[in-house]
């Protein structure tokens, strides 16, 4: 696997190719091995049986010699000669010659080996020539007269074709079940550690289909003995984890709370401050504190609304960790009951907030009083970033697509390439520093878990695909 110039690997090598390649060199070395040694056990079986029946044949010829006054003659009828020579897959021939090489019966054109004759006399010796431009395989055997000194010699000779294919036909006969049974035990190996890795594929498919804030230990019932450490270390780390977000959100949470109460308290005297001070001032005199005052008092707007929605988040992600608290219900009634106030501040402003949803129930599982929450911040969300007119849209489940809520704007918008930090909590876009709209960047980051602990998603959209900014949850069933 290759990786850019100072990058690293995104993980090591696999662990059933590291399993796999030793046994599979293993297994090619020894299959070579094999299939050489059937080679060369066919090529020695063949040789061996045809060279024996070649002598065989030599030994027979031999024992046909008659020793007359004449000479020696070959007692052969012509039937018998022809059995000898005839073969319809081979080229066969034989002869019988004197010391001096000459051909007393036989074939006359025969391969003479002459260095075998005199190391003949025991027992047939095999030998390699050409024969009428054939390569041919002989025997030669010398037989000695009883009476007198003299000696003849029986060459047999006959073409390779049957040996070869005799030969093909064991390898073949060899090699094929060798490799056939070498394949079926790789594949065998193979399928052995795919299922001992298994359970580790079953784990990470349990962690993938969990929810985000799924904290459980994993189970340890199917994992190998080797894998348990590993599983032990990340249950410890989930634990750890687990810990750590509670001390955070508690943090979070009297933080908020402590903060709640002086802040009101500041809010109210600054309200008071601002009354007795128009109270002593004249209305036509100069009146420098009233901008410094309305400053203090939009500030501490902010900040209690900043309190509000820590606090939210902190409620929502103990109260929705309850899976009891969720059930399936009719939306419409609650989507209508939440954002009966900000249709009513989008009318003050001359802003406008259209419902699109079917007369019939549309059936979800939520919470209530969260999903209110969720639409009331996506709506305030539209109301101070986006355009002069909001469309709330509400769209059944049917057997492909759950139940849909879609709130979209005909604002600005943000660059796509924005579009993945719009979750993120504190985060208002580029300078949001410069800008006064009372935003505190965790209504979306808000949303989002709300509608991810209810078990559904929350997905953003801007131009050019939508006309402003669409938000859009899916609910489960």
């Given at each position: 696997?290759?990786?850019?110039?100072?990058?690293?690997?995104?993980?090591?090598?696999?662990?059933r190719?590291?399993?796999?390649?030793?046994?599979?060199?293993?297994?090619?070395?020894?299959?070579?091995i094999?299939?050489?040694?059937?080679?060369?056990?066919?090529?020695?079986?063949?040789?061996?049986?045809?060279?024996?029946?070649?002598?065989?044949?030599?030994?027979?010829?031999?024992?046909?010699?008659?020793?007359?006054?004449?000479?020696?003659?070959?007692?052969?009828?012509?039937?018998?000669?022809?059995?000898?020579?005839?073969?319809?897959?081979?080229?066969?021939?034989?002869a019988?010659?004197?010391?001096?090489?000459?051909?007393?019966?036989?074939?006359?054109?025969?391969?003479i080996p002459?260095?075998?004759?005199?190391?003949?006399?025991?027992?047939?010796?095999?030998?390699?020539?050409v024969?009428?431009?054939?390569?041919?395989?002989?025997?030669?055997?010398?037989?000695?007269?009883?009476?007198?000194?003299?000696?003849?010699?029986?060459i047999?000779v006959?073409?390779?074709?049957?040996?070869?294919?005799?030969?093909?036909?064991?390898?073949?006969?060899i090699?094929?079940?060798?490799v056939?049974?070498?394949?079926?035990?790789?594949?065998?190996?193979?399928?052995?550690?795919?299922?001992?890795l298994?359970?580790?594929?079953?784990?990470?498919?349990?962690?993938?289909a969990?929810?985000?804030?799924?904290?459980?230990?994993?189970?340890?019932?199917?994992?190998?003995?080797?894998?348990?450490?590993?599983?032990?270390?990340i249950?410890?780390?989930?634990?750890?984890?687990?810990?750590?977000?509670?001390?955070?959100?508690?943090?979070?949470?009297?933080?908020?709370?402590?903060?709640?109460?002086?802040?009101?308290?500041?809010?109210?005297?600054?309200?008071?401050?601002?009354?007795?001070?128009?109270?002593?001032?004249?209305?036509?005199?100069?009146?420098?504190?009233?901008?410094?005052?309305?400053?203090?008092?939009?500030?501490?707007?902010?900040?209690?609304?900043?309190?509000?929605?820590?606090l939210?988040?902190?409620?929502?992600?103990?109260?929705?960790?309850v899976?009891?608290?969720?059930?399936?219900?009719?939306?419409?009634?609650?989507?209508?009951?939440?954002?009966?106030?900000?249709?009513?501040?989008?009318?003050?402003?001359?802003?406008?907030?259209?419902?699109?949803?079917?007369?019939?129930?549309?059936?979800?599982?939520i919470?209530?009083?969260?999903?209110?929450?969720?639409?009331?911040?996506?709506?305030?969300?539209?109301l101070?970033?986006?355009?002069?007119h909001?469309?709330?849209?509400?769209?059944?489940?049917?057997?492909?697509?759950?139940?849909?809520?879609e709130?979209?704007?005909?604002?600005?918008?943000?660059?796509?390439?924005q579009?993945?930090?719009?979750?993120?909590?504190?985060?208002?876009?580029?300078?949001a520093d410069?800008?006064?709209d009372?935003?505190?960047?965790l209504?979306?980051?808000?949303?989002?878990?709300?509608?991810?602990?209810?078990?559904?998603?929350?997905?953003?959209?801007?131009?050019?695909?939508?006309?402003?900014?669409?938000?859009?949850?899916?609910?489960?069933?």
């Amino acid at each position: 696997m290759s990786t850019a110039p100072g990058r690293l690997p995104a993980h090591g090598p696999s662990l059933r190719r590291q399993l796999l390649q030793p046994l599979f060199w293993v297994w090619a070395l020894g299959m070579a091995i094999a299939v050489a040694g059937a080679l060369l056990l066919a090529r020695a079986a063949a040789n061996a049986a045809f060279d024996r029946g070649l002598q065989d044949e030599a030994s027979a010829l031999a024992s046909k010699v008659i020793w007359t006054d004449r000479g020696p003659l070959l007692d052969l009828t012509r039937q018998a000669m022809e059995l000898v020579t005839w073969d319809r897959a081979d080229r066969n021939a034989f002869a019988m010659i004197d010391v001096d090489g000459y051909v007393l019966a036989g074939e006359g054109r025969i391969p003479i080996p002459v260095a075998l004759l005199g190391h003949s006399v025991q027992q047939p010796t095999v030998f390699d020539d050409v024969y009428a431009g054939e390569p041919v395989r002989g025997a030669v055997f010398t037989v000695m007269s009883p009476m007198l000194d003299r000696r003849v010699s029986i060459i047999v000779v006959e073409s390779t074709r049957k040996r070869a294919d005799a030969m093909r036909d064991i390898q073949i006969g060899i090699v094929l079940p060798s490799v056939a049974l070498g394949a079926i035990t790789f594949a065998l190996l193979a399928w052995g550690i795919r299922r001992g890795l298994q359970p580790l594929r079953d784990v990470a498919s349990e962690v993938a289909a969990r929810a985000t804030q799924d904290w459980r230990p994993l189970p340890l019932q199917q994992v190998p003995a080797e894998a348990v450490p590993l599983i032990e270390r990340i249950n410890t780390l989930l634990d750890n984890v687990q810990r750590s977000m509670s001390v955070q959100r508690r943090f979070i949470a009297d933080a908020a709370h402590q903060l709640r109460t002086p802040v009101a308290g500041m809010r109210v005297l600054l309200q008071d401050l601002q009354q007795e001070l128009a109270a002593v001032t004249p209305a036509d005199a100069n009146r420098p504190w009233q901008p410094v005052l309305a400053q203090l008092l939009s500030s501490s707007d902010r900040m209690a609304r900043l309190i509000g929605q820590l606090l939210s988040l902190a409620r929502s992600e103990t109260s929705l960790a309850v899976d009891a608290e969720h059930h399936t219900q009719d939306i419409v009634p609650v989507l209508r009951e939440a954002t009966e106030p900000l249709v009513l501040r989008a009318l003050k402003a001359g802003r406008s907030i259209t419902l699109e949803a079917p007369d019939a129930p549309v059936a979800a599982r939520i919470h209530p009083l969260w999903f209110g929450e969720v639409l009331v911040n996506l709506l305030d969300n539209a109301l101070r970033y986006g355009g002069e007119h909001i469309s709330l849209r509400v769209q059944p489940a049917d057997a492909q697509l759950p139940a849909r809520v879609e709130v979209e704007d005909d604002g600005p918008g943000v660059a796509p390439e924005q579009l993945g930090r719009l979750f993120e909590p504190f985060w208002r876009g580029e300078r949001a520093d410069v800008r006064n709209d009372g935003g505190t960047g965790l209504g979306l980051a808000i949303a989002r878990e709300i509608v991810e602990r209810m078990g559904g998603t929350l997905e953003a959209a801007t131009r050019p695909q939508v006309p402003g900014m669409r938000f859009t949850i899916r609910l489960a069933a």
